[in-house]
């Protein structure tokens, strides 16, 4: 079982709950942007912007460097690769239910076979 410090799980998952973080995560994935093009690109005030990257920086997702007057972001280090191994090993554990289940139902049916074919031999 993937064990993970859960402050650490806590904060990837609440950075990535919302949309507009999400949004900022996926715009530099195709390149670096100044929190003020990532204001005027997601409609919103240059504060609230930097909000959600401070909220993004803090969780490694996205890192900042001032070059002048200008903060520039870009995707961080830290991927996601352990987060998605938590989400994996519960995928898996709902599919290994979903299969239990599966064969109960089938069980089910093949028993009411039968019984229907004593009852009306």
């Keep these: 079982m ?3 410090p859960s402050a650490r799980l806590d904060a990837s998952f609440a950075a990535l709950s919302d949309a507009t973080r999400r949004g900022v995560l996926e715009q530099l994935g195709y390149a670096d942007s100044s929190i003020t093009d990532l204001a005027t690109k ?3 005030t240059l504060t609230g912007m ?3 990257v401070g ?3 803090q969780t490694g997702f996205v ?10 972001c870009k995707l961080g280090p830290r991927g996601l690769a352990e987060e998605m191994a938590w989400i994996e090993e519960y995928r898996q554990r ?3 239910r979903f299969d239990e289940l599966d064969k109960l139902v ?3 049916k093949q028993k009411e076979k039968v019984d229907g074919r004593q009852r009306t031999g």
């Design 2 to 4: 993937v064990h993970l």
């Design 42 to 44: 997601f409609h919103m």
């Design 50 to 52: 930097q909000k959600h």
């Design 55 to 57: 909220i993004l920086e």
């Design 63 to 72: 890192v900042t460097e001032k070059i002048g007057r200008v903060r520039t």
């Design 94 to 96: 709902w599919a290994s």
């Design 106 to 108: 089938e069980e089910l």
